[in-house]
């Protein structure tokens, strides 16, 4: 009898662990963990669209034959139970990168798997590799992962009649604008990115407005495993071989980027998962404090700055804000208002319905300047949202008190001469004084041969490069690293 553990794998569809399971009687088992779903990255946004597709889901096993078990409670217990009522010899489930609670409940799974003599199988499901000595071969051995055969669904599914659990409620989250969940969803957006939204893509990704269409909103989708990256990945490339235009050209091929983008940011998080709670460089622990306060006003959008307000609203109505947007206001909490990113990533995490620790982790603390590796980039969220909304229509729509202040001032309306009359607050900060105050903060810190030390072996551990073909290599034994190699030193994404 095989247990197959469904985590963030919510697909029959390219799904080597199934289809490894689908060699003997199989229960498809689920299992909702109360502490999971309590812990303060995670969120009701983020459940409700994995509720979508875990419906889904069932529906396609019991297409299949064996409809999906849920169950409720501590895995380790959960599995136990499971395997003395049916004999279960066999654990197969997917590999998974997520934050530090699923690797210590994992570490527990597994030792009670060697204690009951249970084989545990996990198979690999993107382009993370596990126990790398070095990141030397990494981008070959994802690419062939990622461009290898798709897996083909087993054709049927045997097993026993096992009774579930109804899926529960669930953590609640008065979100306003939630994008459903559900693997058919998924496969609707790729088809229209790939086909009519994605035309712009390269270009239109960098603005919330533009980029609520552009992007493929295919990233919550990922995080839960409804699509692979193989397939997501496979549909680009069959796209790209079409008679396209330049600009399509373009924006697929950026759009893949991304896509390698995400494992190696993930990759990082898979070889030191304390990302999470320690700054990548051990110089910068401890310079950075929680005021809440300011952490409160930043996170309600009130923070008198329009277009931050505005990115933290939608963010908080909606579940998904675009790529830079997400580094604005993670760099904002971080410099300007030089928030610990521990205590202002919690927030962004819950409210991500996309959250993805390996991502996001890894890009806090990039925003943050805390990596020892990378370019210090403070925005000047006014000069943003004069670049990204030049109309105002993003920052009127989410910040409703400021609709009547001309578009010369929206973005500074502590300089229109009605301002007294706003029902908005004033800034928080100076932004140009809290940023100057920052940069001098944050380099203060890299003088001294201990940092560069230290920050060489960070660099030799996490950093990728490119080739002057644009392809992912890792040959920093060949020469010495440049700055300009590392992608990692431009911006976030979503995808």
């Not at 247990?3 to 029959?12: C, E, G, P, S």
């Not at 395997?83 to 570490?107: I, K, M, P, V």
């Not at 527990?108 to 003599?117: K, L, S, Y």
């Not at 058919?184 to 980029?211: I, N, V, W």
Request: with cysteine; charged share 25%.
């Amino acid at each position: 009898m095989n247990i197959l553990w469904f985590k963030r794998d919510l697909r029959v569809q390219d799904n080597a662990a199934l289809l490894r399971a689908a060699e003997g009687p199989v229960i498809p088992l689920y299992i909702y963990e109360p502490d999971y779903w309590a812990l303060p990255d995670t969120s009701g946004r983020q459940w409700a669209f994995i509720r979508d597709c875990l419906e889904e889901l069932d529906r396609d096993l019991t297409a299949l034959g064996t409809p999906l078990v849920v169950r409720s409670g501590d895995a380790v217990q959960v599995l136990e139970g499971v395997r003395q009522q049916y004999g279960a010899t066999t654990l197969l489930a997917h590999e998974e990168t997520g934050n530090l609670w699923t690797y210590r409940r994992d570490l527990r799974v597994h030792a009670w798997a060697r204690g009951q003599g249970v084989r545990c199988v996990e198979c690999p499901s993107s382009g993370v590799v596990r126990r790398m000595g070095s990141r030397d071969g990494w981008a070959k051995q994802r690419d062939g992962r990622i461009f290898a055969a798709r897996v083909e669904p087993p054709q049927a599914l045997r097993g026993p009649d096992v009774p579930s659990d109804p899926l529960p409620k669930g953590p609640a989250d008065p979100i306003a604008d939630r994008q459903p969940g559900g693997r058919r969803r998924g496969l609707a957006l790729l088809g229209s990115f790939l086909t009519e939204r994605g035309h712009d893509y390269r270009r239109a990704m960098s603005t919330p407005l533009e980029g609520a269409t552009a992007c493929s909103r295919l990233s919550p989708h990922i995080a839960a495993g409804s699509l692979s990256i193989r397939e997501i990945a496979h549909a680009t490339g069959a796209r790209q071989q079409d008679d396209i235009d330049s600009q399509w050209r373009k924006s697929l091929k950026s759009f893949q980027s991304r896509l390698a983008w995400r494992d190696h940011f993930i990759q990082k998080f898979e070889d030191q998962p304390r990302i999470e709670t320690h700054c990548l460089h051990s110089a910068y622990e401890h310079m950075r404090e929680d005021h809440p306060v300011l952490r409160t006003a930043w996170e309600k959008g009130e923070t008198g700055l329009p277009f931050v307000d505005a990115c933290m609203r939608s963010l908080n109505a909606t579940g998904w804000l675009n790529f830079r947007m997400r580094s604005m206001v993670q760099a904002v909490a971080s410099y300007h208002l030089w928030l610990d990113w521990r205590a202002s990533g919690l927030h962004l995490a819950r409210m991500f319905t996309d959250y993805e620790p390996g991502i996001h982790w890894s890009q806090a603390q990039m925003q943050s300047g805390t990596t020892g590796m990378n370019t210090v980039r403070i925005y000047n969220p006014v000069k943003q949202g004069k670049d990204q909304d030049p109309t105002g229509v993003f920052t009127r729509r989410w910040v409703p008190e400021l609709r009547a202040v001309p578009d010369a001032y929206l973005q500074e309306p502590w300089l229109w001469d009605g301002a007294q009359t706003l029902r908005y607050p004033p800034p928080i900060v100076d932004v140009m004084e809290a940023a100057r105050a920052a940069r001098a903060r944050i380099w203060a810190v890299r003088n001294g041969e201990d940092f560069r030390s230290e920050a060489a072996e960070i660099i030799r551990k996490h950093a990728s490069r490119k080739d002057r073909q644009g392809r992912f290599v890792n040959d920093r034994a060949k020469r010495k690293p440049r700055k300009t190699d590392h992608p990692d030193t431009q911006l976030s994404f979503d995808l």
